[in-house]
């Protein structure tokens, strides 16, 4: 507990106790009216003292209807309507249920705190030889900081001394460790678990990984879905409705018999005070504090819950429409396939040979940093020497074009040859087919295979079990190399051969399809997929450990880049807004049947006081096992 939840159990505790010595006094002794009031405000006054400033604060702002207002009125009016015990224990039942709720949502808090337990508290700068403990925020990019085992990855960079082992389960929700050696990029919010090793930053603080990700998480809950909106509109108008509907209570059936002769005389009084009882108790048991909390608080935990696998989400608007995803649209390279490309087959035409025409593309793809470019080079072999290049072109969704040797070399697909008006021979092989020509004539083709990840298969059953309709690949590959990966994981339909602008326009089409109702998610890398990234309704990025482009384009992002979580997050939506829905039925239900009880006078104050901390601490403890959903 913190200090201030701490301060309520006490006042709780003084409060009760001096409840029940007054209540016992008042039993045994007959005390006059006015004194047993006295009595009973000190029990009150200790716990309700704080609802009836912040309730006067209300009115002086003009923000009057709320449940501290709801409250005051309801036990204020209870004493002076002589019901000082009734009217006591409303409020100290109320502030049972108000610290209940304080510790479930700080308990929350905590449990997304631990398991996002990544932020450094420093960082070991190494200056003349000399380590010096410093603050994150402190450290320049190039420095050399050290990490030794046990302590956390501060910033982002690049490992230039010793091997390792890293825990990077607070970033992917996987606790198989990462290996790690002098010359591997490295990133924040990892736990160095063996060796020392001594890192060159590459980033500042705040632009590291580990930053973004905290930034990221905490602010999800600006986001809100419409079961939270819902909520917020319906209390807005809803208290300001049961007030009114209080005062009616009270002076409008009173009034009727009065004017009708019902009720005369003696007899009037009784009825008054009969009447605005009921009014008071109407008042208590309208109160949505079970509302306004436990739904905010179940999609708190949901977040929190994917957050611990390794599944960031950004808000829980997006929480909420993967539970109505029902076509699930995936980029090829990086997504559903490793990236690591390899040389399979060197086809050279007439009057080359394979040598000649894997330096020619290498040369030509020296400048770029692309899988598929640094596997051309990776083949090569041989240290390229970048002063025989120039003149370096990229040629967006057909390739590159260079002058090599003063040669004009092209390396690209067979887009690019036709644009160039190259005759060609297709290649005999499936796969990533890039074609070379020098000074117009053909040179031949390189096929480059990827590697299918092994969850990409599991990924696309699950997501089918889940109740996605339709598995699309929109890829810029070859149609022969999109077919193979399609065929091997079973998706439902492929496209192939796209520029970025393509894979816009088919994501159009796709949207323009889809049921109202029904969301479309896009999943790629966040690098090279951004724009469509942004246009579905669900904008999924493989991390890659926290890739920076990633966490900006995408709503989610799977820090540990297995498309098979894409099925766990669907099932930590469905049962997250399930437990949403299962707390807005439950406490409108049973505030509408106690409501209705209410006003008929067949509930009283305790009734009232179910209706309200009663309902409001099950909804909480049935919103807290969102943080406990588990894969199956």
Not at 210 to 231: H, P, Q, T
Request: charged residues 20%.
């Amino acid at each position: 507990m913190n200090k201030k939840q701490k301060n309520i159990l006490y006042r709780i505790i003084a409060s009760f106790s001096a409840l029940i010595l007054i209540t016992i006094l008042c039993r045994l002794a007959a005390l006059p009216a006015l004194l047993e009031g006295a009595l009973y405000l000190i029990p009150y006054l200790i716990i309700g003292y704080d609802i009836l400033r912040k309730a006067w604060k209300g009115i002086l702002n003009r923000q009057v209807f709320d449940e501290n207002f709801l409250m005051a009125v309801a036990t204020v009016g209870a004493f002076l309507l002589g019901e000082y015990a009734e009217g006591s224990a409303v409020m100290l039942f109320y502030q049972i249920g108000e610290l209940f709720q304080s510790v479930a949502v700080g308990k929350s808090r905590q449990n997304i705190a631990a398991l996002m337990d990544i932020r450094p508290d420093y960082a070991n700068l190494l200056v003349d030889g000399e380590i010096k403990k410093v603050d994150p925020d402190d450290v320049e990019i190039g420095s050399v900081i050290v990490v030794n085992p046990g302590e956390k990855v501060p910033i982002d960079g690049e490992v230039i001394e010793g091997r390792t082992s890293l825990d990077t389960s607070a970033l992917t929700g996987e606790s198989v460790p990462r290996d790690a050696a002098a010359g591997d990029q490295i990133i924040s919010g990892c736990i160095n678990m063996t060796g020392v090793i001594h890192i060159r930053t590459s980033k500042e603080f705040g632009e590291s990984t580990v930053s973004k990700i905290l930034d990221l998480v905490e602010n999800s809950s600006m986001k809100k879905a419409r079961a939270e909106n819902f909520i917020t509109r319906f209390a807005r108008y809803y208290t300001p409705a049961v007030c009114y509907g209080a005062l009616a209570l009270a002076v409008l059936p009173p009034l009727f018999l009065l004017l009708t002769g019902a009720v005369s005389g003696a007899a009037v009084w009784p009825v008054w005070t009969d009447w605005i009882t009921r009014a008071l108790t109407f008042l208590v048991i309208s109160c949505p504090c079970a509302l306004v909390i436990s739904i905010p608080l179940s999609f708190f935990g949901g977040i929190g819950c994917a957050s611990s696998k390794g599944i960031l989400v950004k808000g829980s608007n997006y929480l909420e429409a993967l539970a109505d995803t029902r076509y699930v649209v995936f980029d090829k390279t990086g997504t559903l396939t490793k990236g690591v490309f390899e040389v399979t087959g060197i086809y050279p035409a007439q009057g080359f040979d394979q040598a000649g025409l894997l330096k020619a593309a290498a040369y030509a793809e020296s400048a770029s940093g692309h899988p598929i470019s640094l596997s051309l080079q990776k083949a090569y072999g041989e240290k390229i020497e970048l002063s025989r290049v120039k003149d370096i072109e990229e040629l967006a969704g057909h390739g590159v074009r260079a002058n090599v040797d003063g040669k004009l070399v092209l390396a690209g697909n067979e887009k690019l040859m036709k644009s160039e008006r190259i005759t060609y021979t297709a290649s005999p092989q499936a796969g990533t087919v890039v074609y070379v020509a020098v000074d117009s004539h053909y040179a031949g083709c390189i096929v480059i295979s990827d590697v299918v990840k092994p969850t990409a298969q599991k990924a696309i059953r699950s997501l089918k079990a889940s109740g996605v309709k339709q598995t699309i690949m929109l890829t810029g590959d070859s149609r022969s190399a999109a077919q193979k990966v399609a065929g091997e994981l079973g998706l439902d339909e492929v496209r192939s051969e796209l520029l970025p602008a393509d894979k816009v326009a088919e994501v159009e089409k796709l949207l323009a399809q889809k049921g109202e109702k029904e969301k479309l998610a896009f999943v790629g890398d966040g690098i090279n997929d951004a724009p469509v990234l942004s246009r579905a309704d669900v904008g999924i990025a493989m991390g890659a450990l926290g890739s920076d482009a990633a966490i900006e384009a995408a709503d989610i992002v799977l820090m540990d880049d297995d498309p098979a979580k894409i099925a766990l997050a669907m099932k930590i939506s469905v049962r997250t807004l399930r437990i949403a829905r299962q707390n807005i039925v439950f406490a409108l239900a049973v505030k509408a049947v106690c409501l209705i009880l209410g006003a008929l006078g067949m509930a009283g104050m305790w009734l009232a006081i179910f209706a309200d901390v009663g309902v409001m601490v099950l909804a909480v403890l049935n919103a807290t096992r969102a943080l406990r959903i588990k894969a199956d």
